[in-house]
């Protein structure tokens, strides 16, 4: 048999097992003094050995390993105890004995606190129990500024790769076995009780359950709330750009700081109730002193997207041939398992976006998990019980053509909740607020965003979700206004640094740089198809703006207003005070008075472009040009001022550009875009040159 040295400084930097001696028939009297001897052999030019260096500084034994000296028998296995160190500066605690004493077969030295497993002649695995740092002295020794990744229990084999110790918070002020867990009175719960207790304690506390959620404070809210309360399994509904990833990823917080696990559980098991074959070893050897972990809320929550390529391996678990090889051990031993990242997740939550792109045979593998808490990996004849909250996410389906959500399935899916897009734009607003990357930084330059131009951006949304050009059953997601917000505050900056301007402002020239974010973010119908995505989205942008114009300034009476006016039935006769025809006359007075209507607010702007002059505007002239060209338009800032309080000479351009706007909606004038620039023109000398051109 190979004696093995477990090396704490190996452990901490390669986390591996070295066999150093290669003779299996070594005499055991050779023990701790031969590998003393051969270890100290190897120094560098300073006389230092390799631990040496490792712990230079410390005043301690550099051979602090641990050497074990298999029995010449072949056991199946057996346990070894490692003493604990604690090491806080110059002060060394003394070791604390976990309840095993060493056999006279294993030489036991203090080192990294763990628990030490020999299976099988050389096979050795560590499990790390407490926070490496407070109980690996190797991490006094790393340089300042290393970073450490020891947080997390792990089951270490002679040749794995280095794996992190990643499991949470473990916190030395808890408690650290099982005895001392029960001597602390504390009470297991599953993972639903333990949500719906801390969702109890918010609600009492008048705590906002879900930060950052807007827009479902009265319909989504208050159902996944109830959902929670009858601890329900739950599926969000809803289409793109619904924040449903954000809320299964809030559940979070309403799982506990920190719970129990048994120190090295793959599956997070239960102090109170070990299931697996390591957890059942290591509760009837250790007992009252079985070691404890704690695991922290943020390790709990798991999520896996579904893809076309999932497997039930992947969700579920299957036999590891490599590992029954490099075990020896058949597939019939528990042990050759690998676990998949539902159980994974055990007494946590367990999160699949976009359900209906999984296949119909993997959801199958689902529906165990969901009704009966408990799933079969292969052809293996035990069962696993498992703690977990499974939440999902979906698309309507008919929406989403790649798959849809099985019946059985769907029926175990306890509680299923609709999102559904912001009802009010100024929610929708304070949204893009939220998520938009706007509080921008360029040297000298300030950038002015009024509450009108985001609310204008957020109009482009909602008049594209009603619009008969876009595909209503894609939805249009809130993305779009979010990254309609960025490109253009972009757009500003890169006027403010091609004109040399330190304020800058948006006009609505600058609503066509937002038209990339518009094009990918907008599924149309096939009459939108033949119309083109560019001209779609030019569309939704004028009938944003032409909402915006109506909240803002007066009604326009033009062709369009004209044509929608009601009309008196055709042989309808007035008559007069006496009951009978009117006279010839009064019926040509009236006829005269109609043909020559009262002037409009508007017609002087109108007449002026009906002189045969336009104007040009751009995205990069300064706004010192781009004023004085607006202003060159006869009537039409003293009709701002009239109908509005503008705050600044920024404030007026853009309602200036706005009562524009809304003529060429209206069609009292003309517009043609061109090249970042827009023209404004009469309407029929516009389309008059059209023509002929």
């Known amino acids: 048999m190979d004696p093995i040295i477990v090396d704490p400084w190996d452990f901490q930097e ?8 290669k003779d299996a028939r070594r005499p055991a009297r050779h023990g701790l003094d031969f590998h003393r001897d051969k270890m100290l052999r190897r120094r560098d030019r300073q006389g230092r050995d390799p631990l040496e260096r490792k712990c230079a500084g410390l005043s301690k034994d550099p051979f602090a390993g641990l050497l074990v000296q298999p029995q010449e028998v072949e056991a199946t296995e057996f346990a070894v105890v490692v003493e604990e160190v604690r090491e806080r500066g110059d002060i060394v605690q003394q070791p604390k004995p976990l309840g095993l004493q060493p056999s006279e077969n294993v030489f036991a030295k203090p080192s990294l606190g763990g628990d030490v497993e020999v299976e099988r002649r050389t096979r050795v695995s560590i499990r790390v129990h407490r926070h490496a740092a407070d109980y690996c002295p190797a991490r006094a020794c790393v340089p300042a500024g290393r970073p450490h990744d020891f947080e997390q229990p792990s089951q270490i084999h002679p040749g794995d790769y280095p794996v992190s110790l990643r499991q949470g918070s473990l916190m ?3 408690p650290t076995t099982l005895g001392e867990l029960v001597a602390a009175g504390y009470a297991p719960k599953t993972v639903k009780d333990e949500i719906r207790d801390n969702l109890i304690s918010k609600l009492k ?3 906002n359950v879900f930060p950052g959620i807007l827009g479902y404070e009265k319909t989504v809210v208050p159902a996944l709330q109830n959902a929670i309360l009858a601890r329900h399994d739950i599926i969000l509904l ?3 750009g619904q924040a449903k990833t954000r809320i299964l990823r809030a559940l979070v917080n309403l799982l506990d700081e920190a719970i129990p696990v048994i120190a090295g559980s793959e599956l997070n098991e239960s102090p109170f109730a070990p299931f697996t074959a390591y957890g059942r070893r290591m509760a009837a050897s250790a007992g009252d002193d079985l070691p404890v972990a704690w695991l922290g809320r943020d390790a709990r929550y798991r999520e896996k997207l579904a893809t ?6 992947d969700l579920i678990g299957d036999v590891d041939p490599v590992k029954a090889a490099t075990l020896r051990k058949t597939f019939a031993d528990e042990d050759v398992i690998h676990y998949g990242i539902v159980p994974r997740t055990n007494r946590g939550i367990f999160a699949i976006n976009e359900l209906p792109d999984l296949q119909p045979r993997i959801q199958v593998g689902l529906l165990n998990i969901l009704e009966e808490r408990d799933l079969q990996i292969r052809g293996f004849p035990l069962r696993i019980p498992l703690d977990v909250l499974m939440v999902f996410s979906a698309n309507p389906e008919d929406y989403t053509n790649r798959g849809n959500i099985i019946t ?9 909740i609709l999102t559904h897009y912001p009802q009010d734009p100024k929610v929708a607003s304070a949204i893009t607020d939220q998520e938009a990357w706007t509080d921008r930084t360029l040297h000298g330059v300030t950038v002015l965003l009024g509450e009108e131009v985001k609310l204008l951006v957020e109009e482009i949304a909602f008049v594209a979700r009603k619009s008969e050009l876009v595909d209503q059953s894609s939805g249009v997601s809130a993305r779009l206004p979010i ?13 403010a640094l091609t004109t040399g301007e330190t304020v800058v402002a948006p006009r609505l020239v ?20 033949q119309q083109g995505a560019e001209i779609v989205a030019k569309k939704l942008i004028g009938d944003a703006v032409k909402n915006l114009f109506e909240a803002q300034f007066p009604a326009v009476e033009g062709p369009r207003g004209r044509a929608e006016r009601p009309r008196r039935p055709r042989g309808d006769v007035d008559e007069d005070e006496g009951g009978g025809p009117t006279t010839l006359e009064r019926a040509e007075g009236r006829r005269a008075a109609a043909a020559a209507p009262p002037p409009g607010p508007y017609d002087a702007i109108a007449a002026w472009f009906a002189d045969g002059k336009k104007i040009v505007l751009s995205d990069q002239t300064p706004f010192s040009e781009h004023l004085k060209t607006l202003e060159s338009v006869a009537g039409l800032s003293d009709f701002v001022l009239k109908h509005a309080k503008p705050r600044d000479h920024y404030e007026r351009a853009f309602l200036m550009e706005l009562v524009l706007e809304g003529l060429v909606q209206n069609l009292r004038i003309a517009r043609e875009d061109l090249d970042s620039t827009l023209t404004y023109a009469e309407l029929a000398k516009f389309n008059l040159m059209r023509s002929r051109g």
């Open 172 to 174: 030395t002020d808890r």
């Open 14 to 21: 390669k986390l591996q097992v070295s066999t150093v001696a």
């Open 308 to 313: 076309p390529d999932v497997t039930i391996a």
């Open 408 to 416: 059985p399935l769907k029926d175990r899916i306890a509680s299923q």
């Open 483 to 495: 990254a309609a917000r960025e490109l253009l505050i972009s757009n500003l900056e890169r006027r």
């Open 238 to 240: 809803g289409l793109r």
């Open 205 to 207: 506390a008048g705590e």
């Open 510 to 529: 600058d609503l066509f740089a937002t038209l990339p974010a518009i094009t990918g973010k907008v599924e149309m119908v096939f009459e939108g198809e």
